[in-house]
């Protein structure tokens, strides 16, 4: 069984910085593009940042010179960096191995004075 655990998140204050982490068991981890997402109270689940198994990443254009997606394929970890938070950024972040049903179990973010 495929097995997606998160951890970090938090409460911060706009301009803030926080860092989630994302550690996957039970799929060929360095073999999938994976991606960030998040989904506010109410609204869809949103992509936020992806790296390639090249390692190139991408970006929403909401987070992009923000946020920083990175990968370490031999501790099987995924991890966005998140900074000058704003409190449109409040949502429940995701990992995912893109096109898969590998899910992490989402980590609540909340940017607020």
């Known amino acids: 069984q495929v097995h997606v655990v998160q951890s970090g998140g938090g409460v911060v204050q706009p301009g803030g910085s926080l860092t989630l982490s994302c550690t996957a068991s039970?799929?060929?981890?360095?073999?999938?593009?994976w991606a960030w997402y998040r989904q506010a109270t109410g609204d869809q689940r949103d992509l936020v940042a992806r790296?390639?198994?090249?390692?190139?990443?991408s970006y929403a254009e909401s987070v992009e010179g923000r946020f920083t997606i990175s990968r370490d394929n031999g501790i099987r970890t995924i991890v966005l960096q998140m900074n000058s938070l704003r409190p449109e950024d409040t949502a429940v972040y995701y990992c995912?191995?893109?096109?898969?049903?590998?899910w992490g179990q989402g980590t609540q973010v909340t940017v607020s004075s």
């Open positions: 995912n191995a893109e096109s898969t049903n590998a």
């Open positions: 039970g799929l060929s981890f360095s073999q999938y593009t």
């Open positions: 790296i390639t198994t090249a390692y190139v990443p």
